[in-house]
């Protein structure tokens, strides 16, 4: 059996990974600055760290299943890329927002949005576009 190759998804998934790597030390940062071992501690700086991890983690997950499902279904296309470097550029735009650079917190709100409503619309057209190239097969009974 060949195996399925999505190297948007792939790449998206591995960039993804990094990122959430690169979040979670971001947090550990501040916990040791803090001496913050559980919780927030009312430290503003860390919940707003923690934020954007968790912002990234409750977005992250959509993004790649409708990136993965797309590229099966129509193959890997151009837009895929730039939507899946969109969602990345955005998602570390906001981390820099959570820290005080407002710009880059509604960057990455407006661009996390526009990505992720995008792809699931055009996830959604997927079957009814389909359904409109789709070819009747005529069965014909040759056994008599």
């Known amino acids: 059996m060949d195996a399925i190759i999505l190297p948007v998804t792939l790449a998206a998934a591995a960039a993804c990974a990094l990122l959430n790597a690169w979040l979670t030390y971001r947090v550990g940062q501040v916990r040791r600055a803090e001496k913050i071992l559980v919780g927030d ?25 409708l990136l ?9 296309e151009t837009w895929l890329w730039a939507a899946a470097a969109l969602f990345v550029a955005g998602r570390i735009l906001h981390a820099f927002g959570m820290d005080g ?16 409503v995008g792809l699931a619309g055009y996830a959604a057209a997927i079957p009814y576009l389909a359904f409109e190239e789709s070819q009747t097969i005529e069965l014909v009974d040759v056994a008599s």
């Open 101 to 116: 650079w407002m710009p880059g917190r509604a960057i990455g709100i407006v661009v996390t949005l526009l990505v992720t």
């Open 41 to 65: 501690g009312g430290s503003t700086r860390l919940t707003a760290r923690m934020r954007a991890q968790l912002n990234f983690v409750e977005h992250a997950p959509f993004v790649l299943i």
């Open 68 to 76: 993965g499902l797309i590229e099966l279904a129509v193959g890997t």
